[in-house]
């Protein structure tokens, strides 16, 4: 499935550098509704933080390998090859590669909004950094503009609410924002 949305011309692959691939391949409509198809893969071991999308839906299938999943509050629990996780709007959750070997899923996320130029400048900003995080400017940067979208629950909220202001005043004094002019707007708060 070959598609153009904006910039991309799918599929678009993006990989942190750590033991996450994604694929986005491609979007849709049905029933009024845009979803975008996703594939990944993880390597043992690896798996992204805890997290929220307050706008999204997320649902995976597994084709191979074993997830571990834990939802914010909740008991880790696991699924595994032909069975499906499904995450609501501003559900705080993290999933794992939980296996032995690579973690291989497809799914898609509805209404998609900014999740692919939100993961593909995390993605990006992890593997330039080398430590498996984004740099602090990065993660500044779009934690703030995209918080109605995304969150983070591995920032303490004093870091988000006292020390990023400081990183992002500095970041675009030296010039930093730059890099992020062509961002889209993000979608308001429902």
């Not at 997320?58 to 629990?77: N, T």
């Not at 497809?106 to 209404?111: A, D, H, L, S, V």
């Not at 983070?152 to 990023?164: E, H, S």
Request: hydrophobic content about 35%; some cysteine.
């Amino acid at each position: 499935m070959e598609t153009t949305t904006n910039k991309n011309v799918y599929p678009v692959t993006i990989d942190n550098g750590h033991g996450e691939r994604l694929t986005f391949l491609g979007r849709e409509l049905r029933d009024g509704i845009e979803y975008i198809q996703v594939e990944n893969e993880v390597s043992p071991g690896a798996g992204p933080p805890m997290h929220v999308h307050h706008q999204q839906y997320e649902s995976l299938h597994i084709l191979e390998g074993k997830m571990g999943i834990e939802v914010h509050g909740e008991q880790p629990y696991f699924v595994h090859k032909g069975e499906s996780a499904t995450f609501e709007p501003g559900i705080a959750h993290r999933f794992w590669n939980a296996g032995d070997s690579t973690l291989h899923c497809k799914g898609e996320i509805w209404p998609p909004h900014n999740i692919e130029y939100f993961l593909e400048e995390i993605y990006r900003s992890s593997r330039e950094h080398g430590d498996g995080r984004p740099g602090t400017f990065d993660a500044a940067y779009l934690l703030r503009k995209y918080r109605t979208e995304f969150d983070m629950l591995g920032i303490p909220a004093f870091v988000k609410k006292v020390i990023f202001p400081v990183i992002l005043l500095l970041g675009k004094i030296q010039g930093k924002g730059k890099r992020f002019r062509n961002a889209p707007e993000a979608q308001p708060a429902r």
